[in-house]
């Protein structure tokens, strides 16, 4: 089973700053997919294949990594982006979710 | 439109079995390359991949539940199925399903239902 670590596990970031998520792979993956989720719903996907945005996401947030380390970055962190993060892998089953990393606004 | 929507019993008594429900529409799982997949989540935890059916009925299960998962499918009725036997409290959690393609089209669970909330309790 190929483990996700996602670091940090929490944080809080101001209006305007730059943030970046990471999730390290204990074996090498071929993509990563991101995706976010509010209190009390359902996850939304977020990026795909590792770069690309889903519908809908704000092109201040990019993707990008190979191998074993990958991240997630948000240009200009909004109050809208607060949330929890999670990386997935669908390289080899079973599939595997990082732990999660949540986004607080400051 | 792709839309999904999960039903479960609710509550349920330890060393019973779950059976959820996933009913959709927008795709159909007799075309080449769908899938439904099915993804829990404790209160306040993280998400825990479960289990994958295919279109061509293909199945996959997280190994860390050891034999208690069954996914299965009715095509015609536009639904599928995830039974675990011998739940415990452990089991306790928001189950969702969500659409998944093969690779290279919009990624991973790119539609998900808005989940069941499942208590296992005696």
């Known amino acids: 089973e190929i483990v996700l670590t996602q670091s940090p596990t929490t944080m809080a970031a101001s209006p305007g700053e730059k943030v970046t998520i990471t999730c390290r792979a204990s074996?090498?993956?071929?993509?990563m997919h991101w995706f976010q989720q509010k209190s009390g719903t359902s996850p939304k996907p977020w990026i795909y294949?590792?770069?690309k945005l889903a519908s809908g996401v704000p092109d201040r947030f990019s993707g990008s990594g190979s191998g074993t380390s990958y991240s997630l970055t948000i240009s200009s962190m909004e109050a809208e982006d607060a949330a929890t993060y999670y990386c997935l892998q669908r390289s080899s089953y079973p599939y595997t979710f990082g732990a999660g990393t949540k986004l607080e606004l400051k | 439109q792709v839309t999904l929507k999960e039903s479960g019993p609710g509550i349920l008594q330890p060393s019973q079995t779950l059976s959820l429900t996933c009913t959709f529409s927008?795709?159909?799982?007799?075309?080449?390359?769908?899938?439904v997949g099915w993804i829990r989540q404790p209160s306040g935890k993280g998400l825990e991949w479960l289990a994958n059916i295919w279109w061509d009925d293909d199945k996959y299960y997280n190994p860390s539940l050891k034999n208690r998962l069954t996914i299965s499918k009715d095509t015609s009725n536009n639904q599928a199925f995830l039974k675990i036997t011998n739940v415990d409290t452990a089991d306790t959690a928001t189950y969702y399903c969500a659409r998944i393609r093969v690779p290279g089209y919009n990624g991973p669970f790119d539609y998900w239902g808005q989940g069941v909330m499942v208590t296992v309790s005696s």
């Open positions: 927008g795709f159909s799982l007799s075309t080449y390359g769908m899938g």
């Open positions: 294949d590792t770069s």
């Open positions: 074996s090498s993956v071929s993509y």
